[in-house]
């Protein structure tokens, strides 16, 4: 039986006074029992408050200060005590660190302590705490988030229109101009979005759109709704196809901080409060703190496939505890209870960047779904009909332990196409190899909705891959890719390759590959990548393939991100087909353009291609690089010349409008961005200098850092013998209602000024009046204005 500890007193017995004795106990029970309704009445008490000296033999609350195996928590919590004897509500067991969902203890429960099967209590009355000695099959563990990924503002979109365009010309043979564009509204409900290419060539002018279509995406689900060309989800043993109409996905990009594959949690237990280091394959990934207990590590980054994880826990004196235990993680599978899916309706899309409104006459409608059931099992489901073709099938992945995962499905058709397909798989990766393989078998007529325009699913497909790293920093592969279609040739591929990479300095790559299916078809290549710093490369390949000899030698330097000037230069032939090709880029705020020239056996030509993008935001037009994915429009009020910086890096200033536009921001995702207020006018006032930009995808948000101006300036005033006005004299702004002091000198700062201003000064007994009026420089300074004479109030 498990008793309360003794009042400190030299005659103490092993058990505390019961309150059945003389009356100054009973006086001192009552007390206490005043005292611990006025703690229930205002909360848990403070450490430092009086604490009931005796308690009685009847059950009555009391707010005891708790320790955990002998370490202080800094709590307070509520009991009930009985004759000695201790009980709490779930709840209060719950905040103590109690594993109260293991326990099976709901929050509302009256527990005795005595009940718990492992605890052990030393309730101490005169110190009114308790020491809770709890095993760690008890204790909730301390949860360590190795991510510790910072919280994502939700998103957001301005108004707007962006344009990209790329340009391209060339004289080679024909004359020939093309431009691709890609225009899209967005705003906050979403974008719209149309692309195609107009081509003039050989004295034909003709325009093809490629797609068009208005989406929503929605990070709480997380999911996307895309109305118009959109291209149906599918499985690793399904095609997709192109569609007009509806379809309604699951969008994980939508939530960058969400882990959507089995990661296993690593558990552990500090018997003192220690420092954690967890390595993935001798790499340290995470470092923090834990207290005493048990703790759980979530969400371990770094590894993909088998692996090895060290959990080393070190105490204040140096006392280390290594743990390594094995994991596999394979990213293809989904989280327990996480589900992805896609759904579509429509009319399948026919000769696709060759007509701009070729649609099927018949609806067509797909599906897709995965779940993940545990950590070891993943099941998927597809299914897909049209006019006279109907498709199902379902499947599934598993992890097999630390053996990899193993992959399987089938799937049968009816209708037009009549048959049955089977696929298995396998895929392990380790640290000293990796194995990926697949065979997928149609039997029947099997067919799609892809077969209904001709394109016939392989009777036969194979693929397989063996990669062996070994030594330093060198891999051998093996793959082999075969298939074989109904109605058409087979191909039965073998390719091996050697890759040594010696770091930045130099890589070289050796590969054959043999068609077995095909007389003659094979050869044979040879690499050498060489790093001349600076961002300057040289690259030279060698090779032979069906009889004939190719090589080809380049030098390169592209521009730099933060913009300047790039160049290339090419040499090679393919059999006695010689080729030459020289190239200069420029790489600017407002896009890049390429101009090369080029000889391909006695043709010579040039080519010209001009990229970028227009958008129209905050009433202004800017020029930009290529935008494929969020961006932000800076605005400083007006305020040209300002520095901005995105992640710490200046990528230019704003405009005579005060606008800046930001490219390649990431959606969902935190940016930084932010301006030099060392740059801005001395008379300019501005909130902050910084924030945190989250766009929604192809969308682009305003950051607007409000910038106003100082109507302000420094006053010199004195006395009517010209001395200046003490220190500490109130100065009183009568236009504005300001009120400051004057400084040393006789100079104060008034703000808020008008074309007639009045000041009206105390100091002492003595009061005076001074007048001025004020012009708001042009060049952004801070005038000074005096010296003033203040004269005597009337």
Known sequence: MRRPAPSPSPRAGPFPATGRGTPRRAARAALATVVASGLLAFGYARADEPAALVMTDSAHDVILEVSVNGENTALLA??????????????????????????????????????????????????????????????????????????????????????????????????QFSLYTDVRYFDPNGVFNSTGTATFYDGQ??????????????????????????????????????????????????????????????????????????????????????????????DVPGITGAGQATVITRDALGRTVATSVPLYVDTRMLSPGLSSYSFEAGFLRRNYGLQSFDYDARPAVSGSMRRGVSDALTVEGHAEAAGGVLNTGVGALMRLG???????????????????????????????????????????????????????????????????????RQTLSLSYIGFRLPQGPSARIGTVSYTLSLGDLASLSVSAYRDFAQQGANGAFMSLNIGLGRNTSINATVGRQRGQSNYTVDASRPPDYDGGWGWGVQTGGTGAVPYRQAQLRYLGHAGEVIAAAQTIDRQTGASLDVSGALVFMDSSLQLSRRIDDGFALVSTDGVAGIPVLHENRVIGTTDRAGHLLVPDLNAYQNNQVAIDSMKLPADARIARTSMTVVPQAQSGVVAHFGVSRYRAA????????????????????????????????????????????????????????????????????????????CRAAP
């Open 78 to 175: 509520h009991f009930r005590e009985r004759d000695g004897h201790l009980s709490a509500s779930g709840a209060d067991l719950r905040t103590i660190g109690f594993a109260t969902d293991r326990l099976g203890i709901a929050d509302a429960a009256t527990v005795d302590l005595d009940a718990i099967p492992g605890l052990r209590y030393r309730y101490d009355v005169a110190r009114q705490s308790v020491d809770l000695q709890m095993p760690d099959t008890l204790r909730r563990p301390y949860a360590v988030d190795s991510r510790a990924l910072p919280a994502t503002q939700a998103a957001t979109a301005s108004r707007g229109i962006a344009i990209n365009y790329e340009a391209y010309a060339q004289t080679i043979g024909d004359w």
């Open 402 to 472: 630390y053996a990899g995962v193993v992959s399987g499905a089938v799937a049968g058709s009816v209708g037009r196409f009549p048959g049955t397909q089977v696929s298995v798989g396998y895929q392990l990766i380790a640290p000293r190899f990796s194995i990926n393989a697949q065979t997928i078998r149609a039997f029947g007529r099997y067919g799609d909705l892809a077969s209904r325009d001709g394109a016939l699913v392989p009777s036969a497909t194979d693929q397989a891959t063996l990669a062996l790293p070994f030594m330093h």
């Open 714 to 789: 420094s006053v010199i005033l004195r006395d009517a013998a010209g001395r200046p006005l003490p220190a500490g004299a109130r100065v009183h702004h009568a236009e504005s209602g300001a009120d400051t002091i004057v400084g040393y000198d006789g100079l104060t700062f008034i703000d808020g000024l008008k074309e007639d201003n009045h000041l009206v000064i105390d100091y002492g007994t003595q009061r005076c009046v001074a007048e001025f009026a004020f012009t708001t420089p042009g060049n952004g300074t801070l005038p000074t204005v005096g010296p003033l004479t």
């Open 205 to 298: 002018r003709r325009y093809t759109r490629f797609e068009t279509s208005w989406s929503h995406s929605d990070p709480a689900r997380p999911s996307t709704t895309q109305i118009g060309d959109t291209i149906s989800g599918s499985l690793a043993w399904t095609r997709s196809v192109r569609l007009g109409g509806f379809q309604w996905r699951s969008n994980f990009a939508l939530r960058p901080d969400l882990v959507t594959f089995p990661i296993p949690s690593l558990a552990g237990s500090a018997a003192v409060p220690s420092a954690v280091d967890l390595y993935i394959n001798n790499v340290r990934q995470y470092t923090g703190n834990v207290p005493s207990g048990p703790f759980i590590i979530h």
